[in-house]
């Protein structure tokens, strides 16, 4: 497949004018299952994590004490959008700029969940990046399994295998406006289906109160590139524990079609 193609071309060195310590992408889940007051708390969230004295402290700390950030949101399959394209995040005023357009950011909600696609554009983003780092990392959030698109595994299988990590930040608040869509231990099913690569974690979110907490150790273990003990890691799981497929067949399910 030509997008398969084009990921393991991700593997090559980069050609890029400003190398940094990390490259990174924040992919934030936007369907429907996320009520308004939802994503404000989610962008707002993320804001106040990055400009946070402990996520510019671990910016600081790196070699050379910068990184390469872009934030998207997303949705369905045909729908991802960039609310912060490309940055460097080196100061306080630089991690403070970001933030603010994060929390400023409009839009409701919308249909359907690709984390399969959204993962497949993220992982573009490192084509347009005008940095070059050693380590590139994913960092997507999300309150329900794919149900759209191509099945995930495929999706982050191609990933890792052109060098990417993906890390997972799973929404369990027990609030959705979709209940029907959602389903139990979304954080196994981050761990087994979505995250994966060097060092890959999973840090679930059992409430919107510590929607900000989360997301600030989460950047500080990612940016840092430390292991912390409390996480659960990629693919540890026994063998076939969870359904990468569950949510597509709960999909189906609910809008009347046969399943196979």
């Avoid at 299952?33 to 510019?56: F, I």
Wanted: glycine share 10%; hydrophobic share 45%; proline share 5%.
């Amino acid at each position: 497949m030509r997008w398969l193609a084009a990921l393991l071309l991700l593997a090559l060195p980069a050609r890029a004018e400003i190398e940094v310590d990390l490259e990174l992408v924040l992919a934030a889940d936007v369907s429907r299952s996320m009520s308004v007051a939802d994503l404000t708390t989610q962008r707002q969230g993320y804001a106040a994590a990055l400009a946070s004295p402990e996520v510019l402290r671990a910016i600081q700390g790196g070699f050379l004490g910068r990184i390469g950030l872009t934030y998207v949101e997303w949705s369905g399959d045909d729908w991802q959008r960039i609310v912060v394209d490309w940055t460097l995040i080196e100061t306080e005023a630089d991690a403070r700029a970001v933030a603010a357009v994060i929390a400023a950011g409009t839009g409701g909600t919308l249909r359907r969940t690709s984390i399969s696609q959204a993962l497949r554009h993220a992982a573009g983003r490192f084509e347009d990046s005008p940095f070059t780092a050693y380590r590139r990392v994913i960092d997507v959030s999300g309150d329900g399994p794919n149900n759209q698109g191509t099945p995930v595994t495929e999706a982050r299988d191609a990933l890792v295998a052109a060098g990417i990590t993906i890390n997972g930040l799973p929404i369990m608040t027990g609030d959705d406006v979709d209940v029907l869509w959602a389903i139990p231990r979304l954080d196994l099913y981050y761990r087994d289906c979505v995250i994966g690569g060097p060092g890959a974690f999973v840090v679930p979110v059992d409430g919107w109160d510590s929607f900000a907490q989360a997301v600030r150790r989460k950047l500080v273990l990612e940016i840092s590139g430390l292991a912390a003990q409390g996480l659960i890691p990629a693919q540890q799981g026994p063998e076939g524990a969870t359904d990468c497929l569950i949510g597509e067949k709960i999909w189906r399910q609910r809008r009347g079609f046969d399943l196979p």
